[in-house]
């Protein structure tokens, strides 16, 4: 089959690989029908150091079961499933509790057989991972619904986390997909005003349509200048930043409020992030955020989409097929696509 693969930052080349095979009894193999490039894989692009064996890549798919392994019970064979971008079981504690991406059993789709880059992956812990799609969906829907096994739910999932709520005032720091995703879910909770940190005129204006009442331009000090202006100098009641560079999480701590939260979902850049007087501890700030929960909000998102109370999928503004996928990392890393389908 054919795979993406990585060899160093820049040097992205679709090869033939083995096909993957179901070797345990809770795997299911699945042929990919729509995947995508994420924001979280320019990060390698930008990076990754000479890799002479290669780093396969891709964690969002829709695709259609093929096999199933002996111990999988909630999926059959031409089932259309979305693959979130973790595995998990949904059996063990940390399940339960809904945190999923931290899971005892499971892991990250990255690398070789489970990158969703590729015209074939393998599902690993199947039953607690995979969702069924049901059966006769337009396919017209399938950009919206490939956006829950990442993108929009991480967003989702930063305004969660925040507790953006009726009444609330949120900042989202970014305007990629994952920040446009945070801004149509903080207006799907309710949230009051919504102020979008980005000066992208296409994506902004995207993030108008998806809610946000306010857009700044400015970046730094101007930046929450602006902020504190349109606040009335009170600052944001929730912060969701969507970048994961450390500008991004200066720029929250100056704009929270006094007793607001800071949810971070953009991959962090750094190790050490400033929490001391002047960032958090002074204002009594929370510090939230992490790898989006995405199984655990997957059922729930599902009839939204179906029922057109979101569409999410307007975040993609290309379309390629795998053969092009080298096209879809750069137009995405000079931010001539904001994010790019691909079709296998």
Known sequence: ????????????????????????????????????VCGSDLHPYHDLGDTPEGRRMGHEAIGVVEEIGDDVRTLSVGDTVIVPFAWSDGTCPFCRDGITTSCVHGGFFDGAPSATQAEKLIVPEADGTAVKVPAGTDEALMPSLLTLSDVYLTGYHAAVQGQVGPGKTVTVIGDGAVGLSAVLASKQLGAETIILMGRHTARTDLGREFGATHVVAERGDEGVAKVMEITGGEGSHVVLEAVGHMPAYEQAYGIVRPGGTISR??????????????????????????????????EAAIPQVLDGTIDPGRVFDRELPLSEIAEGYRLMDSREALKVLIRP
């Open 265 to 298: 979902v953009g991959v962090p850049q750094y190790e050490e992030a400033p929490v001391g007087f002047t960032s958090l501890f002074g204002k009594n700030a929370t510090l939230t955020g992490g790898p989006a929960t995405v199984r655990a909000y997957l």
């Open 1 to 36: 089959m054919k795979a993406t693969v990585m060899y160093g930052a820049g040097d992205v080349r679709v090869e033939e690989v083995p096909d993957p095979v179901v070797q345990k009894p809770t795997e299911a193999l699945i042929r990919v029908t729509y995947a995508c």
